[in-house]
């Protein structure tokens, strides 16, 4: 995909670890979200940009979801909502393990 | 003239004169010389290094034998985690159905992804419904400024 690609044919890695998150990391430490990234790549590569925004479009919600952590952010603000109204209600109570003790077991 | 031959208190040198006064340098030639200072720093040196270099090579043994304790102990601890981490998911599975029972149009552990893949869950997926307190300490206890 690069035009001259003058990293690979010289033998050196000045930015592509730091391109993408899916590259090859020291250490062999993974990204956060390398595997959303992978496949979105893979997914996408090769077949343009106008093809990709149509095909590829859940793998890019997976990987905008993984970077972004928007809906999970969204559900549990929704959950934590509902939970203080069923408190102020006194329809709930939290279990004893969700108080803030600490924990006995490993 | 008579006025200098009267007896008056003076103060005068001794009857014979002073004694003999060094008045010579007196720069004696002592110590080592600078060859051989140069030679017992350098000996030192050497020594030095010598020891260093065995006290590193011990240090790096020990370190090796601690790395493989870790090692050796890492699936107990990887598998107690993960037990631990799947209780508390499968508990705040089971309080999300008591909180959200009446809410209409709401699937109970609906996963934010597209995908059926195993996500690994982060620190606020764990400790969202426990006081805030427990998911900073998950997150900042090991650090000493936050």
Redesign the interface.
């Given at each position: 995909m690069p035009f001259w690609n003058l990293q690979d044919k010289l033998g050196f890695n000045v930015d592509k670890w730091i391109a993408y998150q899916s590259s090859e990391q020291p250490l062999k430490r993974s990204g956060w979200c390398h595997i959303f990234e992978k496949e979105w790549i893979e997914c996408s590569s090769g077949i343009g940009g106008t093809r990709a925004r149509k095909e590829c479009s859940l793998e890019f919600e997976d990987l905008q979801e993984c970077v972004t952590r928007f809906k999970k952010v969204t559900r549990m603000m929704t959950i934590l909502a509902q939970k203080k109204k069923l408190i102020k209600e006194g329809k709930y109570t939290p279990p004893e393990h969700h108080s803030g003790k600490p924990e006995t077991r490993p | 003239m008579s006025a200098a031959l009267v007896k008056v208190k003076q103060e005068l040198p001794p009857p014979g004169g002073y004694g003999p006064i060094d008045y010579k340098r007196n720069l004696p030639r002592r110590g080592l010389s600078g060859y051989s200072l140069f030679a017992i720093s350098f000996a030192s040196l050497l020594m030095g290094y010598y020891n260093l270099v065995k006290w590193n090579r011990e240090r790096r043994r020990l370190k090796i034998e601690d790395m493989e304790t870790c090692i050796a102990l890492l699936p107990l601890l990887q598998a107690?985690s993960d037990r631990?981490t799947l209780q508390i998911l499968r508990?705040n599975l089971e309080?999300?159905a008591?909180?959200?029972e009446g809410?209409p149009g709401w699937k109970v552990g609906?996963s934010?992804?597209?995908?059926d893949?195993w996500?690994p869950p982060?620190a606020?997926?764990l400790y969202?419904?426990?006081?805030a307190?427990?998911r900073d300490h998950m997150k900042f206890g090991l650090q000493y400024y936050i």
């Open positions: - | 107690e631990r508990e309080e999300e008591k909180i959200m809410v609906e934010v992804y597209h995908t893949r996500v982060i606020d997926d969202y419904l426990r006081p307190r427990e």
